[in-house]
């Protein structure tokens, strides 16, 4: 900020550190209640900020799976968490991989329809999952591909704004790059390996994280099409731990569980990071 | 080393009743070894031919040929040539060392003939200690050398530069100009070089090809090109500042005559002169006399006198035709507003038909002036 006046910076200060808490208080009672016993949570209202000591248990059970002393079974997490993984994985690369083909396709071959074609791409940006979920269910579910990592992923992978990134970074390339490469007698996949890739990896990378994050929080897809507890990702994980009814819910395990969710895509988001920005900023050409 | 040939040579844009005509039936011989600089201005078509040779460019119609090989539907790869591009067009991601071997690699040569190919270049163009750092890395020269390396390294039949040294600054420029002389003098391999500049055509080339619109005006060594312009185009192309073009005969002869009493007519150039025709003077073969004007000298009203050092350039007039004089410094100089003579050996008069442009050859008058 230009101007430098001792209120201004108290308001700006204030404003975010109220932003700070907003975000952060429900993530800190999230961590609290995944350090207390089920009767601590429910028995104290409003119930205790301050860390309980049952961490080691609450969070034993929530990944390995177990018996509560109410007699509640509880599900392990860590398989739902490899399946998240996985799923995310090949949510992230798969997009990757079909978005970079699909723009290098369009911004350097002339066919015919090209321009149709990329318009197609691009309308199916307006198009969200749940728009064409029913259908696409339907495709999934007479291939027989219920409750398979590929019913799971595979529907997930085209993607409209990849694509549109990739060909805007593309359009930059200059042509005299893509001529030096032709007279040095470079193949259009040798120019693709050797040239496109490396220029577009702070993008990729970008693109990773992006796209991991969105291939972990799936939420819809997985609850329509997996019914098999060994396919079940995480996030529906959770909701499978809200039992309703008589016996009553968990809490602490819950919440245990939730912070196993949020662990990798913060993982990669801060391991990522560096990359993430640039890719994000795009700076050296 | 390669010979290149052009034979009818077109290039359209679009089909049928909509293309654009750029290139329109083009001929020319380079022989093996030679340094040809095609010169023209900007849209006259000399970096599509150049693309055309290198393969970037369909060619539309006619043949062209490297050492006798039809290289029309040649991938550029397979054309035996290499270029080197306006902006260098380095790759921005690979070393200097990598830039340059990109090619060797794709053509799968053994790495220890690539590192020795790469060596040799890098040491010819002074870059050797250049090899691992990246193109951002380096000053503008130094690109330019690297991406001349990575032509050389590929011992094409033939270089093609396009306009390589228009993003250098001028100290630079006039540098890398006798580098690349140097470098032809050594290597000999037929090279093809488009430029906009005429001061780099004329000091680079042992031929040149002037060309305007599509079409070829001149091919010829700098040296007869200069001298004897074959158009018009080419007179007011070449030479800087340009050559003098006087249009308006009946005007001059009207001044010459009222001022000496004794109009210049065309038959004053020699026989067989016609009088529509346009009288051409280079700046420098204009001799100011300081006397009055009398039969054979042209009266010359000085406007404007720009010094450059070692001459000086005289705008005036001789009637309503604006001339420029050019003078070296040491000479005395006339004031602005002076009145003086010109002489101007009719030797070293151009005439050109006013009609088609081209050049009109005539006997030199037998009588001195």
Redesign the interface.
Not at chain 1, 179 to 186: H, K, L, Q, V, Y
């Given at each position: 900020m230009v101007e430098n006046r001792p209120a201004l910076t108290v308001l700006t200060h204030l404003t975010l550190v109220l932003g700070v808490v907003i975000v952060g208080f429900p993530l800190y009672v999230v961590v609290i209640a995944s350090t207390q016993t089920a009767q601590e949570i429910v028995q104290n209202a409003p119930m205790s900020l301050w860390p309980g000591d049952s961490i080691a248990e609450n969070y034993r059970v929530a990944l390995w799976g177990g018996v509560l002393n109410n007699g509640g079974r509880v599900a392990p997490a860590w398989p739902m968490m490899a399946v998240s993984l996985a799923s995310a994985l090949i949510i992230a690369f798969g997009k990757i991989a079909i978005s970079l083909l699909s723009a290098f396709a369009i911004v350097f071959f002339r066919f015919r329809f090209r321009t149709a074609c990329f318009w197609l791409i691009f309308v199916t940006l307006m198009l969200p999952i749940e728009v064409r979920i029913g259908p696409t269910y339907s495709v999934v579910a007479s291939l027989g591909l219920l409750n398979t990592m590929t019913g799971l992923t595979v529907p997930l992978m085209a993607s409209a704004t990849a694509t549109f990134l990739f060909r805007q970074f593309f359009l930059t390339v200059?042509d005299?790059?893509v001529?030096?490469?032709?007279?040095?007698?470079?193949s259009p996949m040798?120019f693709f390996r050797?040239?496109l890739l490396?220029?577009s990896a702070t993008s990729v990378a970008a693109l990773f994280v992006i796209q991991f994050i969105y291939g972990w929080n799936q939420y819809l897809w997985p609850l329509l099409m997996t019914t098999n507890e060994t396919m079940l990702p995480i996030v529906l994980g959770i909701k499978r731990l809200l039992t309703g009814g008589d016996a009553g819910t968990d809490w602490n395990i819950v919440m245990a569980t939730a912070i196993l969710a949020m662990v990798p895509p913060a993982a990669v988001v801060l391991l990522m990071q560096k990359w993430f920005v640039r890719g994000l900023v795009d700076s050296?050409? | 080393m390669g010979s290149l040939s052009f034979e009818r040579v077109s290039k359209r844009y679009g089909q049928g009743a909509r293309a654009v005509p750029v290139i329109a039936g083009l001929d020319a011989q380079i022989a093996d070894g030679e340094f040809v600089v095609i010169v023209g201005p900007s849209g006259c078509g000399k970096s599509t031919l150049l693309r055309m040779v290198a393969g970037l460019e369909d060619i539309t119609g006619g043949e062209i040929r490297i050492d006798g090989r039809v290289i029309n539907g040649l991938e550029p790869a397979q054309r035996d040539i290499a270029m080197v591009f306006q902006n260098y067009a380095l790759y921005p991601h690979m070393t200097v060392f990598q830039n340059m071997a990109y090619g060797l690699r794709i053509a799968g040569l053994a790495s220890d003939e690539i590192e020795r190919r790469v060596g040799h270049a890098a040491r010819i163009l002074e870059i050797s200690e250049l090899l691992a750092r990246k193109p951002r890395e380096l000053s503008g020269g130094q690109r330019q050398r690297v991406a001349m390396g990575r032509a050389i390294v590929r011992q094409p039949k033939v270089f093609l530069f396009d306009e390589p040294l228009s993003n250098l600054d001028a100290r630079l420029r006039a540098q890398t100009r006798l580098e690349i002389r140097r470098l032809h003098a050594e290597l000999r391999t037929t090279t093809l070089f488009v430029t906009h500049d005429q001061v780099e055509a004329m000091t680079l080339a042992e031929r040149m090809i002037v060309m305007n619109a599509g079409a070829i005006e001149q091919i010829g060594t700098p040296e007869s090109v200069y001298e004897r312009p074959a158009s018009l185009f080419v007179a007011g192309f070449i030479g800087s500042p340009p050559m003098n073009l006087l249009r308006d005969w009946a005007a001059l002869g009207a001044a010459t005559g009222a001022a000496t009493g004794a109009p210049l007519r065309p038959a004053a150039l020699g026989s067989g002169v016609q009088s529509n025709v346009v009288v051409g003077v280079r700046p420098e073969d204009a001799v100011i006399v300081d006397s009055p004007p009398f039969n054979g000298l042209w009266p010359f009203a000085v406007e404007v006198i720009e010094m450059l050092g070692a001459e000086r350039l005289i705008h005036g007039r001789v009637g309503t035709e604006a001339i420029i004089v050019r003078q070296e410094a040491s000479r005395p100089a006339p004031r602005a507003g002076q009145q003086v003579s010109l002489h101007i050996s009719p030797s070293k008069l151009h005439t050109f038909d006013a009609r088609t442009g081209r050049r009109v050859e005539h006997a030199a008058p037998s009588k001195k002036t």
């Open positions: 200059p005299e790059l001529e030096a490469a032709r007279i040095d007698g470079a040798q050797d040239h490396p220029l050296e050409k | -």
